[in-house]
């Protein structure tokens, strides 16, 4: 049996032409493959070593540049290249909001097969870094090790980190000196917890042998100035616990929400966990137009507080609503866009699939004294159906937001079957926003579409569309 060809070739004086799909960069090899790139900007010239081929494309890495790409900047963060947050440092802000709105123009016009208006500009974010409003940080005494620190085949004494997972390596966790993410006290918290940590003999965790004590960091921060903190233990020892909370609690005065989980399960996720409330309340609010929203550790709420407003403001004004109309929030989490729009509605229905983000809905409905907001839990795809329809109305407008695989299938056809005047479809995967469109396409055309950059430094961005139903002969 003849021995499978490994694929790897080396091209010289390859120019980087695009930026495309997941933040890599594009190139034609000789024979006119595509070739993708994790660690270049468009515009450089570099020799490519490849590691993988396939029929159409190989998979490669820039190993020697040659000229430099005037869409470069030099990248702010020190772990730029190691940890996988932020691939787009290195590519000046304006160049990343032009790739972004071509990956959308792109994946509605091929996927999507949709004849777009004039599209209008990208919304760009003031703020470029520390724009975060939440961060998750992982606990491990066994950190990720450079190259060099292997190659010395020094003793290293102290493996402990506290920062974020390598890329592809589930066991392994780059120490953070300074992440540019989350404003301060992020920083100081993060160091600090580390530091007294390691000083105490308070074990890290170990995700391949599951032992250890300290296991994950979630800050969440608010424009209301309110901070939560809250550490995820994987056992419980009382006088250890109570040792760094104590800890926390006088280094940090200014943290409003101090909680802490004991999680014992093989993952770290804490949705299915009791969340427990060491010192100050157990949530944090988040304002917006003199609405507030309560924000607990389980709440889903855009990472980018101000860029969220942004959205809002987008969905607000393509939703175009009198306040004589019928509104349908569908995936609507918490209820924040139901709410945010229901001042200008005659009456909005939410709903989503998840018990506690109803519950936060309600409450914080009740808390901005909205009565014309509904909101019900159940499976999109089984709660929305004609029986609903008809006990709570049919909807002038729909505005949908849904997670990133986009909407089922029965929901696009109810969408369909319902056929209200217009629809706002919100979206952070443009590819499967493109999808839905064109199963839409007979009943509705795009009248407007617009990105909105929540994650500067990134690849990812949202896309808003407003659908109107075709007008018809009869």
Same mark, same amino acid.
């Given at each position: 049996?003849?021995?499978?060809?490994?694929?790897?070739?080396?091209?010289?004086?390859?120019?980087?032409?695009?930026?495309?799909?997941?933040?890599?960069?594009?190139?034609?090899?000789?024979?006119?493959?595509?070739?993708?790139?994790?660690?270049?900007?468009?515009?450089?010239?570099?020799?490519?070593?490849?590691?993988?081929?396939?029929?159409?494309?190989?998979?490669?890495?820039?190993?020697?540049?040659?000229?430099?790409?005037?869409?470069?900047?030099?990248?702010?963060?020190?772990?730029?290249?190691?940890?996988?947050?932020?691939?787009?440092?290195?590519?000046?802000?304006?160049y990343?909001?032009?790739y972004?709105?071509?990956?959308?123009?792109?994946?509605?016009?091929?996927?999507?097969?949709?004849?777009?208006?004039?599209?209008?500009?990208?919304?760009?974010?003031?703020?470029?870094?520390?724009?975060?409003?939440?961060?998750?940080?992982?606990?491990?005494d066994?950190?990720w090790?450079?190259?060099?620190?292997?190659?010395?085949?020094?003793?290293?004494?102290?493996?402990?980190?506290?920062?974020?997972?390598?890329?592809?390596?589930?066991?392994?966790?780059?120490?953070?000196?300074?992440?540019?993410?989350?404003?301060?006290?992020?920083?100081a918290?993060?160091?600090?917890?580390?530091?007294?940590?390691?000083?105490?003999?308070?074990?890290?965790?170990?995700?391949?042998?599951?032992?250890?004590?300290?296991?994950?960091?979630?800050i969440?921060?608010s424009?209301?100035?309110?901070?939560?903190?809250? *550490?995820?233990?994987?056992?419980?020892? #009382?006088?250890?616990? %109570?040792?760094?909370? /104590?800890? &926390? =609690?006088? @280094?940090?005065?200014?943290?409003?929400?101090?909680?802490?989980?004991?999680?014992?399960?093989?993952?770290?996720?804490?949705?299915?966990?009791?969340i427990?409330?060491?010192?100050?309340?157990?949530h944090?609010?988040?304002?917006?137009?003199?609405?507030?929203?309560?924000?607990?550790?389980?709440?889903?709420?855009?990472?980018?507080?101000?860029?969220?407003?942004?959205?809002?403001?987008?969905?607000?004004?393509?939703?175009?609503?009198?306040?004589?109309?019928?509104?349908?929030?569908l995936?609507?989490?918490?209820?924040?866009?139901?709410?945010? *729009?229901?001042?200008?509605?005659?009456? #909005?229905?939410?709903? %989503?699939?998840?018990? /506690?983000? &109803? =519950?936060? @809905?309600?409450?914080?409905a009740?808390?901005?004294?909205?009565?014309?907001?509904?909101?019900?839990?159940?499976?999109?795809?089984?709660?929305?159906?004609?029986?609903?329809?008809?006990?709570?109305?049919?909807?002038?407008?729909?505005?949908?937001?849904?997670?990133?695989?986009?909407?089922?299938?029965?929901?696009?056809?109810?969408?369909?079957?319902?056929?209200?005047?217009?629809?706002?479809?919100?979206?952070?995967?443009?590819?499967?926003q493109?999808?839905?469109?064109?199963?839409?396409?007979?009943?509705?055309?795009?009248?407007?579409?617009?990105?909105?950059?929540?994650?500067?430094?990134?690849?990812?961005? %949202?896309?808003?569309?407003?659908?109107?139903?075709?007008?018809?002969?009869?």
């Amino acid at each position: 049996m003849p021995r499978r060809k490994s694929g790897k070739q080396h091209f010289e004086n390859i120019e980087v032409l695009d930026a495309g799909a997941k933040g890599k960069s594009i190139a034609k090899a000789p024979d006119g493959k595509v070739i993708f790139l994790p660690n270049a900007v468009p515009g450089d010239v570099v020799d490519v070593q490849t590691f993988k081929k396939r029929k159409a494309y190989y998979e490669g890495k820039a190993i020697n540049f040659h000229t430099l790409s005037q869409k470069r900047t030099e990248p702010e963060c020190r772990h730029f290249g190691v940890c996988g947050g932020c691939k787009w440092q290195n590519m000046a802000y304006e160049y990343q909001l032009f790739y972004k709105q071509k990956e959308v123009i792109n994946n509605l016009t091929r996927i999507g097969h949709i004849t777009l208006p004039e599209v209008l500009p990208i919304i760009g974010s003031k703020k470029h870094y520390y724009y975060r409003n939440k961060m998750e940080f992982s606990f491990s005494d066994s950190r990720w090790l450079s190259q060099e620190e292997i190659e010395s085949q020094a003793a290293i004494d102290n493996k402990n980190a506290l920062g974020f997972h390598i890329p592809g390596m589930w066991d392994k966790i780059l120490d953070i000196e300074h992440c540019h993410l989350q404003a301060d006290p992020s920083n100081a918290i993060r160091n600090a917890v580390k530091q007294f940590a390691i000083k105490n003999d308070l074990e890290f965790f170990n995700t391949r042998h599951q032992t250890g004590f300290l296991r994950t960091m979630m800050i969440r921060t608010s424009s209301t100035g309110e901070l939560m903190v809250l *550490i995820q233990f994987f056992k419980d020892h #009382v006088a250890k616990r %109570e040792l760094l909370l /104590d800890y &926390i =609690s006088g @280094a940090f005065p200014e943290i409003t929400s101090l909680l802490y989980v004991i999680n014992t399960k093989a993952n770290d996720t804490i949705y299915d966990q009791d969340i427990f409330c060491y010192k100050g309340k157990d949530h944090i609010n988040e304002e917006m137009e003199g609405l507030r929203f309560k924000i607990n550790a389980k709440s889903f709420y855009q990472t980018n507080s101000e860029q969220a407003y942004a959205l809002y403001k987008l969905v607000r004004d393509f939703a175009g609503l009198s306040g004589s109309e019928l509104v349908y929030d569908l995936y609507t989490g918490t209820g924040t866009i139901a709410q945010f *729009i229901a001042n200008r509605a005659k009456k #909005v229905i939410g709903i %989503e699939s998840v018990p /506690d983000a &109803i =519950s936060a @809905a309600k409450e914080n409905a009740q808390q901005n004294k909205i009565d014309n907001a509904d909101f019900f839990v159940g499976d999109m795809k089984h709660l929305f159906n004609d029986q609903f329809i008809s006990i709570h109305g049919r909807p002038d407008v729909i505005i949908t937001d849904p997670p990133r695989d986009g909407m089922h299938k029965d929901v696009v056809q109810q969408i369909l079957n319902i056929s209200p005047k217009k629809v706002v479809y919100v979206s952070c995967n443009s590819a499967t926003q493109a999808r839905d469109l064109a199963l839409m396409n007979a009943i509705y055309k795009v009248t407007k579409t617009q990105a909105v950059d929540m994650f500067p430094q990134t690849y990812h961005v %949202e896309n808003v569309v407003l659908l109107e139903r075709r007008e018809t002969d009869n």
